[in-house]
C-alpha cells in the first residue's frame, strides 16, 4: 500500500493519475499537485477514486520540500515540463523520496536536452539509497524497454536501430500540438542528430526524411529524421549499436504552419520587447494555441510507435520490429485523453508500480533499458498498451 504524488496536471498529468487510480493495491493514496490546483480539483472531483490536491511551484524546491514532508509520499512521479527535473530531483533527495520523470532535463534558454545534467546526480541518489528512473514514458520509455527486450529475446547484438514515431491521427485542427506546444516545437525545430560509427551526425532540422510503410492498415507515411533523447543512453548501454536514429511522422498542415511560425520569428526562445514588456514569442504562441489537454473530444485515428532493429541472431542477420498501435477515441473513452497524452501516462504508470511493489529497484540514477525488460512489457499488455512483433 503505496502513497503518490504526482506533479503536473497537464495532458499527460490527468492520464497518470485515472491510471494510477486503476491500480489501487498498489497506489492506495493518491496526491495530484501543480502550479494551478484548480487543474487538479478539475481532474480528480472526474475520477470515482479518492484523489487528494495541493497547489506547488516545482521550480522552487522549499516549496516542493514541505509539501513532500507533508503528504510523506513513497514515490514522486513528475509529469510537470523538463525544466523541472532537477528542482524536483533536488527536492527528492533533500526529502529521501524516490523520483521518476517522463523527459530529461532541458535549460529553458537553450533548446538543447541531455542526460548530462541528470546522471550528474547518479553518486548523490545512490549514497541516499533512493531511485530515479529516467524517461518513464513512451519516446524515451517504452522505446528502450522494446530495445531491452529485443536484446535479451530476439537478438544477440543490435548493429542498427530506427525508432519510428507515427500519429496517424487529425485532431481536425489547423495546427496544434499533441503534447505541450513550447517543449514539442523545441524539439522539431532542433537540428537533426543521430548516432553512426561512435560518433553523433548532424542535419538540418527535418532535412533527411524518407518513407515508411506501417503496420496495422496504417500504410506508408513519410518520417522525418530528429534527434531525441533515448538514442543518447540506448548507445551508452548497448554498445554493440553502430548506427541509431529516431524518426517522426508530421502533416503536411503541421510543417507548413511550423515553417511560416519560423520565418516569423514566432518560435524564438529569445526575450523580445512587447509594449514595454519582455516576452518570449513561443511562450506567448503557447498560449494562443490549442491545450493539447483539450484534443482528445476531437482527435480520431491511431499512433503507431516502434523500434526497428538490425543485428545477429545464432551468427545469421536478423531484422525485429516491436511497436504498438494506440486508438485515439478508444483512450478518450477510458481517460479522456488522445493517444498521446495516453501513451505517455501509462507508461509512467507503469514505471511507478514496477518501482513500488520491488519489480524494479536499485539505488542511483537508472535508464528504463538498465532494468528486465519482461515485468514492463507484461504490464503494457495488462494497461492498455498491448505489443506486437514481427522479424524477418
Ligand atoms: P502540459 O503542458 O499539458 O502539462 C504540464 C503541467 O505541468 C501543467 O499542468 C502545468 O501547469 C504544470 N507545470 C508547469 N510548470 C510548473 C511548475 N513550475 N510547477 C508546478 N506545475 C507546473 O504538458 P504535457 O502533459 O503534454 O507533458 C507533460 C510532460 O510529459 C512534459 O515533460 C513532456 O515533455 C512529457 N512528455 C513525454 C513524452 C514521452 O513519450 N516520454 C511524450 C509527451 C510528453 P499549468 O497548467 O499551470 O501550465
Same mark, same amino acid.
Given at each position: 500500500?503505496?502513497?503518490?504524488?504526482?506533479?503536473?496536471?497537464?495532458?499527460?498529468?490527468?492520464?497518470?493519475?485515472?491510471?494510477?487510480?486503476?491500480? &489501487?493495491?498498489?497506489?492506495? =493514496?493518491?496526491?495530484?499537485?501543480?502550479?494551478?490546483?484548480?487543474?487538479?480539483? $478539475?481532474?480528480?472531483?472526474?475520477?470515482?477514486?479518492?484523489?487528494?490536491? $495541493?497547489?506547488? @511551484?516545482?521550480?522552487?524546491?522549499?516549496?516542493?520540500?514541505?509539501?513532500? =514532508?507533508?503528504?510523506? %509520499?513513497?514515490?514522486?512521479?513528475?509529469?510537470?515540463?523538463?525544466?523541472?527535473?532537477?528542482?524536483?530531483?533536488? #527536492?527528492?533527495?533533500?526529502?529521501?523520496?524516490?523520483?521518476?520523470?517522463?523527459?530529461? !532535463?532541458? &535549460?529553458?534558454?537553450?533548446?538543447?536536452?541531455? !542526460?548530462?545534467?541528470?546522471?550528474?546526480?547518479?553518486?548523490?541518489?545512490?549514497?541516499?539509497?533512493?531511485?530515479?528512473?529516467?524517461?518513464?514514458?513512451?519516446?524515451?520509455?517504452?522505446?528502450?524497454?522494446?530495445?531491452? *527486450?529485443?536484446?535479451?529475446?530476439?537478438?544477440?547484438?543490435?548493429?542498427?536501430?530506427?525508432?519510428?514515431?507515427?500519429?496517424?491521427? @487529425?485532431?481536425?485542427?489547423?495546427?496544434?500540438?499533441?503534447?505541450?506546444?513550447?517543449?514539442?516545437?523545441?524539439?522539431?525545430? #532542433?537540428?537533426?542528430?543521430? *548516432?553512426?560509427?561512435?560518433?553523433?551526425?548532424?542535419?538540418?532540422?527535418?532535412?533527411?526524411?524518407?518513407?515508411?510503410?506501417?503496420?496495422? +492498415?496504417?500504410?506508408?507515411?513519410?518520417?522525418?529524421?530528429? !534527434?531525441?533523447?533515448?538514442?543518447?543512453?540506448?548507445?551508452?548501454?548497448?554498445?554493440?549499436? =553502430?548506427?541509431?536514429?529516431? *524518426?517522426?511522422?508530421?502533416?503536411?498542415?503541421?510543417?507548413?504552419?511550423?515553417?511560416?511560425?519560423?520565418?516569423?520569428?514566432?518560435?524564438?526562445?529569445? %526575450?523580445?520587447?512587447?509594449?514595454?514588456?519582455?516576452?518570449?514569442?513561443?511562450?506567448?504562441?503557447?498560449?494562443?494555441?490549442?491545450? &493539447?489537454?483539450?484534443?482528445?473530444?476531437?482527435?480520431?485515428?491511431?499512433?503507431?510507435?516502434?523500434?526497428? #532493429?538490425?543485428?545477429?541472431?545464432?551468427?545469421?542477420?536478423?531484422?525485429? !520490429?516491436?511497436?504498438?498501435?494506440?486508438?485515439?477515441?478508444?483512450?478518450?473513452?477510458?481517460?479522456?485523453?488522445?493517444?498521446?497524452?495516453?501513451?505517455?501516462?501509462?507508461?509512467?504508470?507503469?514505471?511507478?508500480?514496477?518501482?513500488?511493489?520491488?519489480?524494479?529497484?536499485?539505488?542511483?540514477?537508472?535508464?528504463?533499458?538498465?532494468?528486465?525488460?519482461?515485468?514492463?512489457?507484461? $504490464?503494457?499488455?495488462?494497461? +492498455?498498451?498491448? *505489443?506486437?512483433?514481427?522479424?524477418?
Amino acid at each position: 500500500m503505496k502513497n503518490v504524488l504526482i506533479i503536473g496536471a497537464g495532458g499527460v498529468g490527468n492520464v497518470v493519475v485515472r491510471k494510477c487510480a486503476q491500480v &489501487p493495491e498498489v497506489f492506495s =493514496r493518491i496526491t495530484l499537485a501543480s502550479r494551478r490546483e484548480e487543474k487538479c480539483r $478539475a481532474i480528480a472531483a472526474d475520477i470515482d477514486y479518492p484523489v487528494d490536491t $495541493a497547489q506547488v @511551484d516545482a521550480d522552487i524546491v522549499p516549496e516542493v520540500v514541505d509539501l513532500l =514532508r507533508e503528504r510523506k %509520499p513513497d514515490l514522486l512521479i513528475n509529469v510537470a515540463l523538463p525544466y523541472q527535473d532537477l528542482s524536483l530531483m533536488e #527536492a527528492c533527495l533533500e526529502a529521501g523520496v524516490d523520483y521518476l520523470d517522463t523527459a530529461n !532535463y532541458e &535549460p529553458p534558454e537553450t533548446a538543447k536536452f541531455e !542526460y548530462k545534467w541528470q546522471w550528474a546526480y547518479q553518486d548523490r541518489f545512490r549514497e541516499a539509497g533512493l531511485m530515479a528512473l529516467l524517461g518513464s514514458g513512451f519516446d524515451p520509455g517504452v522505446t528502450n524497454v522494446f530495445t531491452a *527486450w529485443m536484446a535479451k529475446h530476439e537478438l544477440d547484438e543490435i548493429h542498427e536501430l530506427d525508432i519510428i514515431d507515427a500519429n496517424a491521427g @487529425d485532431h481536425g485542427k489547423a495546427f496544434a500540438t499533441n503534447f505541450n506546444p513550447e517543449i514539442n516545437i523545441r524539439e522539431v525545430t #532542433a537540428r537533426g542528430r543521430y *548516432w553512426e560509427e561512435g560518433q553523433w551526425k548532424e542535419t538540418d532540422p527535418l532535412a533527411v526524411h524518407r518513407s515508411f510503410d506501417f503496420p496495422d +492498415g496504417i500504410g506508408p507515411k513519410e518520417i522525418y529524421l530528429m !534527434y531525441h533523447e533515448e538514442l543518447e543512453s540506448l548507445v551508452k548501454h548497448f554498445p554493440s549499436i =553502430r548506427r541509431a536514429r529516431f *524518426w517522426m511522422t508530421f502533416s503536411k498542415s503541421y510543417l507548413n504552419h511550423l515553417e511560416v511560425l519560423q520565418d516569423v520569428g514566432m518560435t524564438r526562445i529569445d %526575450p523580445v520587447m512587447h509594449e514595454g514588456k519582455e516576452i518570449i514569442p513561443l511562450q506567448f504562441l503557447k498560449s494562443v494555441l490549442p491545450d &493539447p489537454a483539450s484534443l482528445g473530444p476531437s482527435t480520431k485515428g491511431k499512433t503507431c510507435i516502434g523500434c526497428v #532493429a538490425k543485428g545477429l541472431k545464432d551468427g545469421k542477420e536478423k531484422t525485429v !520490429y516491436v511497436y504498438n498501435i494506440c486508438h485515439h477515441e478508444q483512450c478518450y473513452r477510458e481517460v479522456k485523453a488522445q493517444a498521446v497524452s495516453y501513451t505517455t501516462g501509462v507508461p509512467a504508470m507503469i514505471g511507478g508500480k514496477l518501482m513500488l511493489n520491488g519489480k524494479w529497484r536499485g539505488d542511483g540514477v537508472f535508464n528504463m533499458e538498465q532494468f528486465d525488460p519482461d515485468p514492463f512489457m507484461d $504490464a503494457l499488455n495488462e494497461h +492498455g498498451l498491448p *505489443w506486437n512483433v514481427t522479424s524477418w
